[in-house]
């Protein structure tokens, strides 16, 4: 099993800035691509990026191209998800996931998720 832990969500005001960290542990961490995903209040869970197995590619939402940026750091066994120019609606619980899949937008194809942290951006 691979376990991932998320950390660094909480309450920002619009316009800020958070980092997210998930720490991956139990098994190699260079053999899962990464993504992150958001699930707000009576709403799917949405793609919001994923990065390669080595970190040569990265791809975003719409939503978040731009604002958000992925990073991993294989030493640390650890991806990042630097989220800028928060708005209200990024509200939600952010999910890491790993995936040893070449599609990265599809939830389904992630194998081990984590449990989440809350976003909240006040307006």
């Known amino acids: 099993q691979l376990q991932l832990v998320e950390s660094g969500g909480g309450l920002v005001q619009a316009g800020g800035s958070l980092r997210l960290s998930c720490a991956a542990s139990?098994?190699?961490?260079?053999?899962?691509?990464m993504g992150w995903f958001r699930q707000a209040p009576g709403k799917e869970r949405e793609f919001m990026t994923a990065?390669?197995?080595?970190?040569?590619?990265?791809y975003y939402a719409e939503s978040v191209k731009g604002r958000f940026t992925i990073s991993r750091d294989n030493a640390k066994n650890t991806v990042y998800l630097q989220m800028n120019t928060l708005k209200a609606e990024d509200t939600a619980v952010y999910y890491c996931?790993?995936?040893?899949?070449?599609?990265?937008?599809?939830?389904?194809?992630?194998?081990?998720w984590g449990q989440g942290t809350q976003v909240t951006v006040s307006s």
């Open positions: 139990g098994r190699t961490f260079t053999n899962y691509a």
């Open positions: 990065i390669t197995r080595a970190g040569a590619s990265t």
């Open positions: 996931a790993a995936s040893t899949s070449g599609y990265y937008r599809s939830a389904g194809t992630y194998d081990y």
